[in-house]
């Protein structure tokens, strides 16, 4: 072999380790670089993942668009799903009971989850599933109470369609209980409003400048069918199979002025009829038409809050409507109702313990209902529906979450007697 030639192929031997070594580094460092990547990408995922699902970190809830605060959850976050919910339980003692039908009482009232997603900046699903009296059973149920696809347009005008909460009074929208004093919600927004009050509809809603916020939406009726002395609790259709024959129309406008900072004053508005075509073996049940006229106020300042309501109704064809459902004449469903509370509350806590990390709100509740207001001629006024109630109680709150209750309410009926009660209750949102 020629001199040269054993000099180049003693070099290459030598060299051949090194070469080797190289690649060797090279893929390693491939290696090193592919696995970077995908951790990176799963860090990502796993980011995202936290974003859409878990419980935000913050401890209060913010109400949006008329919702509950636990309710308005979707519409704080980013993109994906959102899961939230409440619940609420009590135990109830009637003072001087003297029936069976008045003995004391314990209920999981209701615990409900709010499931809802947002596909994007303009459109956004959200649902509220009740589950009641800690059964499916006899006594509980299963019901859907909120479920809408919002379309989000402008902040003056945007659109919404679905299962929706009619918005009328205090609680029919913000019904979650660190949000109410009290451990039963005021009666006038039971029997006048009622109070949890969904039906099947379309509408606008949106705010006018800084100050003003509407709600505006056309929804199945009532049907009268289920009106009583008592009130038109009965007639709600839920948004299961409803009968559209007859529909309504709703408003409500609330307006906070700046110049008043914890001030807010506002009012709703409902029409429709109620007859939807039905018949009963007497004859044809009239149209029926209802309206429902509410004005509301609230002031919050520091650890005082005050509420007032005022509700009102008036039924058109009403002795035609007793007589067809064969009502009794002393029980009939009235031609106009009434009811009307005040309450007000404020925080001692700071004053007893000089912090603010909890609060402790002693609140005083006066309210008068009146569900036989006016009665059509030939029937009497069931005065039994006709009271008024008298409610003091504390609300605690270890976390601004999660509240314990005690209440103790006294009913003064203009016919009749009713129990006090003494109740105890406990809630939560998240």
């Given at each position: 072999m020629a001199p040269a030639l054993r000099i180049l192929f003693a070099a290459l031997v030598i060299a051949a380790p090194a070469i080797a070594d190289d690649d060797?580094?090279?893929?390693?460092?491939?290696?090193?670089?592919d696995l970077e990547r995908q951790m990176g990408v799963l860090v990502d995922e796993l980011s995202r993942l936290r974003t859409q699902v878990a419980v935000p970190e913050e401890p209060e809830l913010k109400s949006f668009y008329g919702l509950g605060p636990a309710a308005s959850k979707v519409y704080g976050s980013n993109r994906g799903l959102s899961i939230g919910g409440y619940g609420e339980a009590f135990y109830t003692n009637f003072v001087g009971d003297e029936s069976d039908s008045d003995r004391d009482l314990?209920?999981?009232l209701?615990?409900?989850?709010?499931i809802g997603y947002k596909f994007n900046e303009d459109i956004v699903f959200n649902s509220e599933i009740e589950y009641e009296h800690a059964s499916?059973?006899?006594a509980g149920s299963v019901s859907v109470e909120l479920a809408t696809l919002d379309f989000f347009w402008k902040p003056e005008v945007n659109f919404r369609a679905g299962l929706m909460l009619l918005p009328m009074g205090f609680l029919n929208e913000v019904h979650e209980p660190p949000f109410f004093y009290g451990v039963q919600r005021p009666e006038t927004e039971r029997r006048?409003?009622?109070?949890?009050w969904r039906e099947n509809g379309v509408g606008l809603f949106g705010k006018i400048g800084e100050s003003i916020e509407y709600r505006t939406y056309v929804t199945t009726g009532f049907d009268a069918t289920g009106f009583s002395?008592?009130?038109i609790r009965g007639g709600r259709q839920k948004g299961s199979k409803a009968l559209a024959e007859d529909l309504a129309w709703v408003i409500r406008a609330d307006w906070t002025p700046e110049w008043v900072p914890g001030l807010q004053l506002g009012g709703s508005f409902y029409v429709g009829d109620?007859?939807?075509?039905?018949e009963t073996a007497v004859g044809d049940v009239p149209d029926a038409q209802l309206w429902i006229g509410e004005a509301h106020a609230q002031y919050r300042k520091g650890g005082f809050h005050s509420r007032a309501l005022l509700a009102y109704s008036q039924l058109s064809d009403a002795s035609d409507l007793n007589a067809a459902l064969g009502r009794p004449q002393a029980r009939p469903i009235a031609s106009k109702m009434l009811g009307a509370y005040g309450e007000v509350a404020y925080d001692v806590w700071p004053w007893l313990f000089g912090n603010e990390e909890k609060a402790l709100e002693p609140f005083l509740r006066v309210e008068y209902v009146d569900t036989q207001f006016e009665v059509p001629s030939g029937y009497s006024a069931?005065?039994?529906n006709a009271y008024w109630l008298y409610t003091p109680g504390i609300n605690f709150y270890p976390h601004p979450n999660v509240v314990l209750k005690i209440e103790y309410r006294n009913f003064n009926s203009r016919g009749g007697t009713r129990p006090d009660e003494l109740s105890l209750g406990m809630g939560f949102a998240f």
């Open positions: 060797a580094v090279r893929a390693r460092d491939d290696r090193i670089a314990s209920d999981f209701r615990f409900v989850t709010y499916t059973g006899e006048i409003l009622p109070s949890t002395d008592s009130g109620s007859g939807q075509d039905s069931n005065r039994r």
